[in-house]
């Protein structure tokens, strides 16, 4: 993968980073490609449905509420980067009777695990596949902070835009003047950027709001990542949040090994926010602790505590370890600088 992307920047000149990130993450050896799952807990990364299942216990709740307010007996539901079925299954259980349901995951071992996993639900490799005329919800968790983007940086006028190049041998970021929309991005989305600090430019974690959007006839589309308002970054930027992973740890230079690691950045809420409002949606924005109680989760909690004391008095003991490591993983969904503060953003059509 590396001489491969070496060639081709040297053969047409330093590729957009989108580029470079397209090639890394989804080109025939990229990190999606393989036979591997990369986000369940002997993998790469560990979200929210792979640390409990009690998130897409409660993420059906907000599918039963979008439900009733559209009035729709049966919602379709769609879980977009949806993985391991980690999500989707503990999702439609606690759902009851679901309209249509689709899987969507770019990577063949995901495919394969949601198609046993989730026996009832039609499995595609992208959005594309997903027909319109949807009322129900669509989900997002983890998705749109792996979604190519260019990289810009604040010079004294205006912007520059880092680019993969062959220097020497190797791969290396050099710096070209932006272009037009790429420029336009940052100014409309950056915020306020110190000189020399840098943006990722999400013009197609945007365009994947409006197509997921524009397969809605009614219902809501829910984004769930890291991530914050331009605002909210604003400390960030003078590095700016590009990073990898690889076993759950951070992982080296982006450019150091193209394929055999995740590359991903915080998602820009603002700059989506902005799209779902341009095409008609009404936007609200959360953090995650905030919303899943919301929705009951603190409640359902509570609930395993009692169960908990109730075996407690009963003296039986796996039971009670059984229930209280479910109780801590459920927790975990809720830690204010860990899970708890990734953003939801819900856009309601
Ligand atoms: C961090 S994982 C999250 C998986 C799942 N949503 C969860 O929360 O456990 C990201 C998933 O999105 C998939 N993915 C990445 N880019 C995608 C794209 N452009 N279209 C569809 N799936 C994608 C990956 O294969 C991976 O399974």
Do not use: C, K
Not at 113 to 139: C, I, Q, Y
């Amino acid at each position: 993968m590396r001489d491969h992307l070496l060639a081709r920047a040297a053969a047409e000149g330093p590729l957009p980073f989108e580029e470079f990130m397209r090639a890394a993450l989804y080109g025939p050896e990229g990190f999606f490609a393989g036979g591997v799952l990369r986000s369940v807990r002997s993998g790469d990364f560990l979200t929210s449905p792979e640390v409990s299942p009690l998130f897409g216990e409660t993420i059906a709740a907000f599918v039963r509420a979008e439900a009733a307010r559209i009035g729709a007996g049966t919602p379709d539901v769609v879980d977009a980067g949806a993985g391991s079925g980690s999500l989707l299954r503990p999702l439609l259980d606690a759902l009851g009777p679901a309209g249509r349901v689709w899987a969507v995951d770019v990577s063949p071992a995901a495919r394969a695990s949601l198609a046993e996993r989730v026996p009832e639900a039609a499995v595609a490799p992208a959005l594309d596949a997903v027909p319109g005329g949807l009322r129900g919800v669509v989900v997002a968790n983890e998705l749109l902070d792996n979604l190519p983007a260019a990289l810009a940086v604040r010079t004294g006028e205006g912007w520059d835009e880092q680019r993969v190049a062959a220097v020497d041998g190797a791969l290396a970021l050099v710096e070209v003047p932006a272009r037009p929309e790429v420029a336009a991005w940052a100014d409309a989305h950056g915020g306020d950027v110190p000189p020399g600090g840098r943006v990722e430019v999400q013009l197609e974690a945007g365009a994947w709001v409006a197509a997921a959007l524009s397969r809605l006839e009614a219902g809501a589309l829910l984004v769930v990542d890291y991530g914050d308002t331009a605002e909210g970054l604003r400390p960030r930027r003078a590095e700016g949040t590009l990073r990898t992973y690889r076993a759950h740890h951070f992982g080296p230079d982006p450019l150091l090994e193209p394929g055999a690691t995740d590359i991903t950045m915080d998602v820009n809420f603002s700059a989506i926010a902005a799209v779902a409002s341009e095409a008609g949606a009404e936007v609200s924005l959360h953090r995650q602790d905030d919303f899943l109680v919301s929705l009951g989760l603190d409640a359902r909690l509570s609930e395993l505590r009692h169960r908990e004391l109730d075996l407690a008095r009963s003296g039986d003991t796996m039971a009670r370890l059984r229930l209280r490591s479910d109780l801590s993983d459920g927790q975990t969904l809720l830690h204010p600088r860990g899970l708890g503060d990734f953003r939801v953003l819900a856009a309601r059509v």
